[in-house]
C-alpha cells in the first residue's frame, strides 16, 4: 500500500501558519478592510462566480489565463505586502517582484512560495470578512461545485493541466514521500482549510482553531491515501477538507454537551 506525509504536512503547516498569522493581523485586516463583512446570500454569487472562471478558464486560450491570474495574483500580493509592511511604496515591490521572477527566473520551488503566499493571503482576507451564516452557505456549495467540477464536467481537470503548462502559482507541487512520486494540492482547497480554521478560532479560540486543522489534515490523509492507492488523477479535496472540519464541530458539540451534563 502507498501513502504520502508530505501533502498533509503542507496542508497542515500552511492552514496553522494562516491562523497565527490571523491572531497576529487581527486587528489591521479589520481596519484594512472596513470591518466589512459578506453576507449569506453573497456566498451563492461568489460560488456562482468561482464555478463560471473555471468554466471560462478551461475554454480561453493560454495566454489570456496568464494574463488574469498575474493580474489577480499581483494584486492579492500587494494587498498582503501592505498588511505587513503598512507602506504603499513598500508593498508595490512584492508583486514588481513577482512578476520579474514569474518572466525572468522561474522554477518550482518559487512557485511553490508565491503559491504559499497566496493561499495564506486569501485565508486571512476572507476568514476576516466571512460570518458563519456565510460558512453554512457556502461551503456546501463550494464543496458541491468541487465535485461537478471534478467528477461531472471534468473541467476542473483542464483548467489545472493548462495551469500547470503556464507553471503558475495555482498549485503547491511536492514529491511525495514514501512514495516516491509528484503530487500537488489545489489553492482553492488550502485557503478552504484556511479559512474553516480561521472561523473555528473566532467562534471557539485559537486551541479549536488548531484542533479544527488536526481534524482536516487526519481526514485528508486518509482520502489522500485512498486516492494514490486507486490511482486516479483528480478528485474533490473539498470532501475530506469540509468533512474534517464537520468532524471536529461535531466533537466540539458533543463534548460541550457531555460538560453541560456534568455541571
Do not use: C
Amino acid at each position: 500500500m502507498r501513502f504520502d506525509v508530505v501533502l498533509p504536512s503542507v496542508l497542515f503547516m500552511v492552514s496553522a501558519a494562516s491562523l497565527l498569522l490571523y491572531v497576529r493581523y487581527e486587528r489591521r485586516i479589520r481596519i484594512l478592510f472596513g470591518g466589512q463583512r459578506l453576507r449569506a446570500r453573497e456566498a451563492v454569487i461568489m460560488v456562482l462566480a468561482m464555478g463560471l472562471m473555471i468554466t471560462i478558464t478551461a475554454f480561453i486560450p493560454q495566454q489570456a489565463i496568464m494574463v488574469l491570474f498575474l493580474f489577480s495574483y499581483s494584486a492579492i500580493l500587494y494587498l498582503f505586502a501592505y498588511l505587513t509592511a503598512s507602506k504603499w511604496y513598500l508593498a508595490v515591490l512584492a508583486p514588481a517582484l513577482f512578476i520579474f521572477l514569474y518572466i525572468f527566473y522561474w522554477n518550482v520551488h518559487l512557485s511553490n512560495f508565491f503559491a504559499i503566499v497566496f493561499a495564506i493571503s486569501i485565508s486571512l482576507y476572507l476568514g476576516s470578512a466571512l460570518t458563519w451564516k456565510y460558512i453554512a452557505v457556502f461551503v456546501p456549495l463550494l464543496t458541491l461545485l468541487d465535485l461537478v467540477q471534478v467528477l461531472g464536467t471534468g473541467l476542473m481537470g483542464k483548467v489545472a493541466e493548462k495551469l500547470i503548462t503556464l507553471q503558475l502559482p495555482a498549485m503547491i507541487s511536492v514529491t511525495a514521500f514514501p512514495s516516491d512520486m509528484k503530487v500537488a494540492l489545489g489553492l482553492g482547497d488550502v485557503f478552504l482549510a484556511g479559512i474553516l480554521a480561521i472561523q473555528s478560532t473566532q467562534k471557539y479560540g485559537r486551541k479549536f482553531g488548531l484542533l479544527s486543522i488536526v481534524a482536516i489534515t487526519v481526514i485528508f490523509s486518509l482520502f489522500w491515501i485512498i486516492q494514490i492507492n486507486l490511482q486516479v488523477r483528480y478528485l474533490p479535496a473539498t470532501v475530506p477538507i469540509t468533512g474534517g472540519w464537520l468532524v471536529a464541530m461535531i466533537a466540539k458539540q458533543i463534548r460541550g454537551k457531555e460538560l453541560k451534563k456534568k455541571y
